[in-house]
């Protein structure tokens, strides 16, 4: 799959917006198979008619990216309708998002999607659509989106057609490879524990478990141009009077919702950003209610190895800490903290904490990718980095 297209880039260059590329396809017979592959220098959400493909987030995932790229391939045979469009947002991920800034050879590479989708007829034939230069660009409702700092959705930005996708001949396809390790999913729902309003009078919402994900919000009604503002964090102030925000360094793991007045019940929350998080501060909506939010929990789709309980209360707890802990930092590989702006993939950490992590997951798979990645990453003087992919190049 995907050998016969192209990377193709916005033709224009438009900020921190993340763009939308799409075609519109007319099926001319009854289908009996049809499969979307994909795969972005950043990460991406491929949607048919408006419904999403797959169910990765933050696809196509983390990997070591100069020579090795994964592209998801979907079943998406009962989406298809006589007519079709097939868009693909792009946003910055891991790949030139702030995470990497100084790794430019990644960094300051052009934001590019390639994709085919592949269409078997019931007769036996077959046809391809392929990523060219007949895909439309425009912008999206996304200004701005960072792995470290979250995420701006402006429901009332204007659409504007960028005009035709341009064939971006920098970006290789020998790094292509098929899906290797877990997918990143959206696995559980917490609800609010408690609400509570800080001196200050903001509203802070505490979910009673630290988690890696986002929250998603019902927006009832709002006003054209209202900013609602959701700030993560994983512990209040002990006085209780704000979030505490100080272990978070640098990242701003904010997200904004600019309203356009026409929310009647709207869901929203995040798509190409995620965050460490118990807490969350809400500002600029009126009359919030805790059943307005939700947090989605996100991590690798991996299933539990075993369990373990017993009689004392305290080691139960600390296992049940363990378990948070360790699943909220499987991202495509096992990282060493969700919230902060690291999140970086130490070598000396999972080579001491692999072997008890195994006891609760089974994340051979994971390990078995993320070793190809190593591999990939050691230099010719053999050295190996201290962590992978390298984007802050620490080498012994």
């Given amino acids: 799959m995907i050998t016969n297209s192209n990377w193709i880039s916005s033709p224009i260059d438009i900020g921190e917006v993340c763009p939308v590329f799409s075609k519109d396809i007319r099926l001319r017979k009854p289908i009996k198979k049809a499969e979307l592959s994909v795969s972005a220098t950043g990460v991406y959400e491929a949607r048919i008619n408006d419904r999403r493909a797959g169910d990765f987030i933050l696809a196509p995932g983390l990997t070591s990216y100069k020579s090795r790229l994964q592209y998801q391939t979907y079943d998406v045979t009962d989406m298809l309708e006589n007519e079709n469009t097939l868009s693909i947002c792009l946003g910055k991920g891991w790949y030139r998002g702030r995470i990497s800034a100084n790794d430019k050879t990644i960094n300051e590479t052009d934001g590019a999607v390639i994709a085919e989708l592949v269409i078997t007829y019931t007769d036996g034939s077959a046809e391809s659509v392929v990523t060219d230069n007949s895909w439309n660009v425009s912008t999206s409702h996304i200004l701005f989106s960072d792995i470290y700092d979250g995420e701006t959705y402006d429901a009332s930005a ?113 798509r190409f950003s995620y965050h460490g998080f118990q807490y969350v501060e809400v500002t600029g909506y009126k009359n919030l209610k805790a059943e307005d939010l939700v947090a989605e929990v996100v991590y690798d789709d991996l299933e539990d190895n075993g369990t373990f309980e017993c009689s004392n209360d305290i080691m139960n707890r600390v296992y049940r800490n363990a378990w948070w802990g360790i699943s909220s930092n499987y991202k495509g590989v096992p990282l060493d903290c969700p919230q902060r702006d690291e999140r970086q993939p130490w070598l000396g950490d999972h080579a001491m904490g692999t072997w008890g992590e195994s006891f609760m997951f089974n994340n051979g798979n994971t390990y078995a990718k993320w070793a190809d990645d190593i591999r990939e990453a050691q230099r010719e003087d053999g050295c190996i980095p201290d962590i992978c992919p390298a984007y802050f190049n620490y080498y012994t």
């Fill in 158 to 270: 204007e659409i504007k057609e960028l005009g035709n996708a341009v064939i971006n001949n920098n970006i290789s396809k020998s790094a292509l490879i098929e899906q290797e390790g877990e997918c990143v999913k959206e696995q559980e729902k917490i609800k609010p524990v408690r609400m509570f309003t800080t001196p200050k009078g903001e509203c802070v919402i505490d979910f009673g478990q630290n988690m890696a994900g986002w929250v998603r919000i019902n927006i009832a009604k709002a006003a054209a141009g209202d900013t609602i503002c959701i700030r993560y964090a994983e512990r209040v102030k002990n006085d209780g009077t704000e979030l505490d925000v100080e272990n978070l360094r640098h990242s701003q793991s904010t997200d904004y919702y600019i309203c356009n007045g026409k929310e009647n019940n709207t869901s929203w929350s995040s």
